[in-house]
């Protein structure tokens, strides 16, 4: 029951429906979408964590890092900064795969001590990333955003923003 003609109203419904269910299901999957609806869950996800008492953990998975100069409505360009400057705890984000970082979305990362695993880690031990994963979100309430562009495009070509240099297939399952 969205209206795409407006964008207000539906990210309000969008919130509305997942706040809900956040609080009704222990664990909930959302497919789809290019990060423009992730605004719009992850803050859903915030107040839940809020309302019940817990901490609240983001991993997410993207080549990018989705932190641009905002917009009126959040998009999937910079979903990510609105729900950090919304005071989602920034300590409490990682991301991981990164490779395609604009300077203006660096210092804002550095600037709110958001934690990255970029692609050039990805060389070493990959059990070591996956334990350091797997800390991470200890003890926390977790969310997991899993952009498709994370894949190298040899191996997930059917993604509007292609970035080479991606993990693998079996990267990413591990």
Known sequence: HLDNSNLELSNKLIYENAFEIFEEKPKTVFLGGDHSISYSLTRAFFDYCQNSGKEPCLIIFDAHVDCDNPNKEPTHEEWLRKLIE???PSENILLVGTRK???????FLKENNVKIIPM???VGDLQDIGDT???FS???ELYVSIDIDVVDPAFAPGTGYQEPGGLSTREFLY
């Open 86 to 88: 919304d005071k989602f």
């Open 101 to 107: 970082i604009w300077k203006n979305e660096l210092n």
């Open 120 to 122: 050039d880690k990805f």
């Open 133 to 135: 994963i797997t800390e």
């Open 138 to 140: 200890k003890d926390k």
